[in-house]
């Protein structure tokens, strides 16, 4: 008897070793708190517990250099993860479509949810106090399971650390636990499309 895992579900994990860089990018995230109204207005108006610049600013590379260094890192960890997930490219790159900031407050979560229009999204995360929440992984198959009995590890949790860098394929259904630490947690969440 022969049993196969087949289509694999593929979850790329690394770290930015740049210390500097995550305390400019701290740095850079808690001031864009502070001075984005629009960031702030939709953060209230949609209940997000702390503060994003999701519908807010489109240009974070652009605007602050900090986040300019940080594209440079994941248009390199973005390629290995396209690599090894075997994507067809026709020579092409993928490219970022969209970078946003997170600063998420304590008791602050974000539900489980997946990036249309994307190919590879991600998160990195900047400021991680313990207790601050994993990023919590749905098994895909989760829905078409109709009627089969319950099973092991329909979700997986990734616990990340100050400089780790996430990536999936933008399909996976994914969400942030609640954040029980006592202080704030900083993250940058992007997509990638062909």
Same mark, same amino acid.
């Given at each position: 008897?022969?049993?196969?895992s087949?289509?694999? *579900?593929?979850?790329? /994990?690394?770290?930015i070793?740049?210390e500097s860089?995550?305390?400019?990018?701290d740095?850079?995230?808690?001031?864009?708190?502070?001075?984005?109204? $629009?960031?702030?207005?939709?953060?209230?108006?949609h209940?997000?517990r702390?503060?994003?610049s999701?519908?807010?600013?489109d240009?974070?590379?652009?605007?602050?250099?900090?986040f $300019?260094?940080?594209?440079?890192?994941l248009?390199?960890h973005?390629?290995r993860?396209a690599d090894?997930c075997g994507?067809?490219? #026709?020579g092409r790159?993928l490219?970022?479509?969209s970078?946003w900031?997170n600063?998420?407050?304590? #008791?602050? *979560?974000h539900?489980?949810?997946?990036?249309?229009h994307?190919?590879?999204?991600? *998160? *990195?995360?900047i400021t991680?106090?313990p207790?601050?929440? $994993?990023?919590?992984?749905?098994?895909p198959r989760?829905?078409l399971?109709?009627?089969a009995?319950p099973?092991?590890?329909?979700f997986?949790?990734?616990?990340?650390a100050a400089g780790s860098?996430?990536?999936? /394929?933008?399909?996976?259904?994914?969400?942030?636990?609640?954040?029980t630490?006592?202080s704030?947690?900083i993250?940058?969440?992007?997509?990638y499309?062909?």
């Amino acid at each position: 008897m022969a049993v196969r895992s087949l289509f694999p *579900t593929s979850f790329y /994990e690394d770290r930015i070793h740049d210390e500097s860089l995550i305390g400019e990018l701290d740095a850079s995230v808690r001031a864009l708190a502070m001075d984005d109204v $629009a960031g702030k207005r939709w953060s209230k108006a949609h209940g997000y517990r702390g503060y994003t610049s999701y519908a807010s600013l489109d240009d974070l590379p652009q605007r602050d250099p900090a986040f $300019a260094d940080l594209k440079r890192h994941l248009d390199r960890h973005v390629a290995r993860f396209a690599d090894a997930c075997g994507f067809q490219l #026709g020579g092409r790159r993928l490219k970022l479509d969209s970078l946003w900031v997170n600063l998420l407050r304590p #008791g602050g *979560t974000h539900s489980g949810h997946i990036h249309p229009h994307s190919v590879v999204s991600g *998160t *990195t995360y900047i400021t991680v106090p313990p207790g601050s929440g $994993a990023l919590r992984l749905e098994d895909p198959r989760l829905g078409l399971m109709m009627a089969a009995p319950p099973r092991d590890n329909v979700f997986v949790y990734a616990e990340p650390a100050a400089g780790s860098i996430f990536l999936w /394929e933008s399909w996976l259904r994914h969400e942030v636990m609640p954040n029980t630490a006592k202080s704030d947690r900083i993250s940058i969440s992007f997509n990638y499309r062909w």
